[in-house]
């Protein structure tokens, strides 16, 4: 049951915040880290902007 739960979680971008908090920490120790909710709402805000980046 674990790993279907990962990879569900994989396919939706569960790791996404994660792996982008640590990309700045680590190159961008100066930037401020936005929250989780802000990541998210940047995310599907330029997913918007962009639709080409979508496969649908």
């Not at 790791?15 to 982008?20: A, K, L, V």
């Not at 990309?23 to 902007?49: C, D, F, I, K, S």
């Amino acid at each position: 049951m674990r790993g279907v739960a990962r990879w569900y979680s994989a396919i939706n971008g569960g790791q996404d915040y994660q792996r982008y908090v640590a990309h700045l920490r680590r190159n961008h120790p100066g930037r401020p880290v936005p929250t989780e909710r802000e990541y998210w709402r940047e995310r599907y805000a330029e997913a918007e902007r962009n639709p080409s980046t979508r496969c649908c």
